[in-house]
């Protein structure tokens, strides 16, 4: 463990937040501002604090320490210089750790066991079938071989199968396949080689996903997702609120609840993913935690309720404040990259100029080295705009997206000079 260097900027006595790891995007960088906004430092914990552009930006108090392990983690907040106030993570990977190092502390935190048990979307899968969740069929597997005969049962009784990681976020590694070889081709890089790996291969859910956004044991409103083309479940834009009538919206919130109750959550915040199916709602996962996707800023822009700023008053043991200030409707759109290169120029263009337009970002840099992973990694820019209702917020928002420009070279890396 390395600790907070000379230069760090937290100050003498002051409480810190401890966050432990962060996100490359979206919301990580949004608690360490929401901190400093209540008077406590925030203190970043992680294996490599530069991976975090924003901490030298923003002059982010860091300590390098190995966040797989708890007892690291644990030993790192006893040793910081100052009282802690809260631990939290705005990672997905990592909010159990967080959780147990606050329990550990006597600190505000939600159950560990509880975000464990559902972070593994096996145990959770089998939690909420015996608590008459609906979920679809699943099977957990821990071999290709095994998986692909999972695969050819569920196709021949759905006509399609799904396979995704026990752990990961992001529908990184979850694909749509039509036959037993396309199940193989996705589980190979699940499984292969991999001692100790285990995947789902479950029915596909047909119909409209959404997301409930939930904070404590109530609704905070529900989401309307857009994704891409299969095979993949890439998400490229939401409205918020959902354009529903009031009994689907009622159903699909009355899931997510118990979805959460059967859990074992219901502190703080989470992000139930749901299918409107024929038969009703059906839960696609829990995820025990604040969404990502840019979520919490599509919700603060509707209806002026800061999720993130809530979560850290609860970290805090404070109150927070969940009641709506405005009824908006907003949408996002996200720029995709497309072919891997070197970026040589960005622009927002006339984007935040449009009408109903709050946000306008692109998150590319020039000389930054373009990847295309097929993967949420991909975006590299999004728009927020709003309307009287969800269909103009997305017009509006599909508009200044097209907006958005990346200009890239490659792809074999290329030098940009310097201004």
């Known amino acids: 463990m390395r600790g907070i260097p000379h230069s760090d900027p937290t100050r003498p006595g002051t409480p810190h937040l401890v966050l432990v790891e962060s996100n490359t995007t979206g919301s990580g960088r949004a608690f360490c501002a929401a901190a400093r906004d209540r008077g406590v430092d925030p203190v970043l914990l992680s294996r490599d604090p530069d991976r975090y552009p924003y901490v030298a930006r923003d002059g ?4 390098t320490v190995d966040t797989a392990d708890r007892a690291e983690v644990l030993r790192a907040c006893r040793a910081l210089p100052g009282p802690v106030a809260g631990v939290t993570s705005s ?70 199968a799904v396979v995704k990681p026990v752990l990961g976020s992001g529908s990184d590694g ?40 939930t904070f404590d044991d109530r609704v905070v409103g529900v989401t309307a997702k857009h994704l891409g083309p299969h095979p993949l479940f890439l998400e490229t834009g939401h409205e918020h609120p959902a354009p529903l009538p009031a009994d689907r919206e009622r159903a699909l919130a009355e899931t997510a609840l118990a979805a ?33 996707g840019m979520i919490p800023a599509l ?9 993130v700023g ?10 927070p404040d969940l009641a709506p200030h405005r009824a908006r409707a907003a949408a996002i759109r996200f720029l995709f990259a497309t072919e891997p290169g070197t970026v040589l120029a960005a622009f927002t263009g006339a984007a935040a100029d449009l009408p109903g337009v709050v946000s306008a970002v692109v998150t590319a840099r020039e000389g930054d080295r373009i990847e295309v992973t097929r993967s949420f990694r991909d975006r590299i820019g999004h728009v927020i705009a709003l309307g009287r209702d969800a269909a103009e917020a997305a017009d509006r928002a599909r508009e200044a997206a097209g907006a958005l420009a990346v200009l890239t070279a490659g792809p074999e890396p290329v030098a940009v000079p310097a201004d």
């Open 60 to 63: 982010i108090a860091a300590v």
């Open 91 to 160: 990672s997905e990977y990592f909010v159990a750790s967080a959780a147990a190092a606050a329990r550990s502390l006597g600190l505000p935190a939600p159950d560990p066991g509880a975000v464990d048990r559902t972070r593994d979307k096996a145990r959770q899968r089998a939690v909420l079938a015996a608590a008459g969740v609906p979920v679809p069929a699943f099977h957990e597997v821990d071999s290709v071989p095994a998986g692909v005969a999972a695969a050819r049962a569920v196709i021949a009784a759905a006509g399609r």
């Open 174 to 213: 979850v694909r749509l396949c039509a036959s037993p070889g396309e199940a193989e081709t996705a589980l190979l890089p699940l499984l292969g080689g991999r001692p100790g790996a285990r995947a789902l291969v479950e029915s596909y859910l047909e119909g409209p996903e959404y997301s409930v956004e």
């Open 260 to 292: 959460l109750a059967a859990l074992g959550l219901g502190w703080g915040p989470a992000h139930v993913e749901v299918r409107l199916t024929a038969a009703g709602p059906a839960v696609v996962e829990v995820n025990p935690r604040l969404a990502g």
């Open 299 to 307: 919700v603060a822009a509707a209806t002026g309720v800061d999720l």
């Open 310 to 319: 809530a979560t850290v008053d609860r970290v805090l043991g404070r109150g």
